[in-house]
């Protein structure tokens, strides 16, 4: 049911972005050819001022009787006397290619419903970046904001690469802060084949970098020298749950919570809810997060995720309660938790609105 439920929308979404970048691209044709009009007409009447005066006959005298009739007359003799005049008070704005202010606004807010749309997606089940969407900052928000505000859809293709092509193209502002010392921990690593920390460390990055192909060796080498680290064992379930092997990466984090139930303050059973809820297996992932909320009942992606649950299972009033238990949540934390959970606080908004 989530499924299809995620699906529909992902398909709303598509049709709506597709049938505005038709109408932007009217739109701007329009624009350009009423822009080019008022050129011409500008261009006709600067050539008619420029022409030289033609002298004009002795007037007649004007008789009494017609006196009376100045008054009707004058409309008549203002349109002869000046006619571009007339013509270009009549000119309309151009259409604008945006069609005005509330337009921009509601594109901005379509914006942001895709960027908290897809961090929310990749986050879901990585455990790094915290869901901050630095990716999409840059190939979603960067060409959006442009396309919106300087009134070109060209920069729309951008998004469309960026969406697109997500599973191989870099996130610009990751690779230009981790690029020194991703450097300096493969040179380690190539220096000393045994150590263990420098591939942990590594590993981390290209994980926050969603390059889990990259990190599984990494961490499967590290873990054939140290096979009791809890760590290394967790990190290798994220990087199967990033790739998608779901049934694998439940039998890591399970191996973790039975070793030491409380390893991580709990965060083995979050992203093992993770991989149950893609597996849809509902009741699993309720229990991995009943363990998880336990140990973290400040957590509102613990509580917003026990309402992606519910929902899987089709109870809707369960899925209510706990969108409103996560906002409530999140009022009652400390500030600074406040500014590490607000992605999830406004994901429990938009749920709520969108259902």
């Avoid at 928000?141 to 969406?163: K, R």
């Avoid at 969108?323 to 749920?351: G, K, T």
């Amino acid at each position: 049911m989530a499924g299809s439920h995620t699906e529909r929308w992902i398909w709303l979404a598509s049709l709506l972005g597709f049938t505005s970048l038709l109408v932007l691209w009217s739109n701007h044709t329009q624009a350009a050819s009423a822009a080019q009009q008022v050129w011409n007409q500008s261009a006709a009447l600067a050539e008619l001022q420029a022409s030289p005066p033609q002298a004009a006959p002795n007037p007649a005298p004007i008789a009494p009787d017609s006196l009376s009739g100045e008054d009707d007359d004058e409309d008549d003799d203002e349109g002869a006397l000046s006619p571009p005049h007339r013509q270009r008070r009549g000119y309309a704005a151009a259409p604008s290619f945006m069609g005005g202010m509330f337009s921009r606004y509601g594109y901005t807010i379509l914006m942001a419903l895709a960027y908290f749309y897809f961090t929310s997606r990749d986050s879901r089940g990585s455990g790094f970046a915290n869901g901050r969407g630095t990716y999409y900052l840059f190939w979603l928000v960067g060409p959006a904001l442009l396309a919106i505000f300087l009134e070109h859809p060209a920069f729309l293709g951008v998004v469309a690469v960026g969406l697109v092509a997500r599973p191989w193209l870099p996130d610009p502002l990751l690779y230009l802060r981790y690029m020194a010392r991703t450097r300096r921990l493969e040179s380690e690593i190539r220096v000393n084949r045994a150590n263990i920390t420098a591939r942990r460390d590594l590993s981390l990055i290209w994980l926050e970098k969603r390059r889990a192909k990259r990190a599984l060796p990494l961490v499967e080498e590290a873990l054939a020298q140290d096979a009791n680290s809890l760590q290394l064992l967790q990190l290798r379930g994220v990087c199967l749950l990033q790739l998608r092997r779901y049934e694998e990466a439940v039998g890591c984090f399970v191996d973790v919570v039975q070793r030491d139930p409380r390893h991580g303050f709990g965060e083995p059973y979050l992203r093992a809810a993770d991989a149950l809820i893609a597996l849809k297996r509902w009741d699993d992932a309720e229990d991995a997060l009943e363990h998880f909320v336990t140990e973290n009942r400040s957590s509102v992606e613990g509580q917003y995720k026990r309402a992606l649950v519910a929902r899987g299972r089709g109870d809707r009033p369960a899925f209510k309660q706990n969108l409103r238990e996560a906002r409530n949540l999140y009022r009652e934390v400390p500030r600074y938790q406040q500014r590490r959970q607000f992605s999830w606080y406004v994901r429990a908004l938009f749920s709520s609105v969108l259902g």
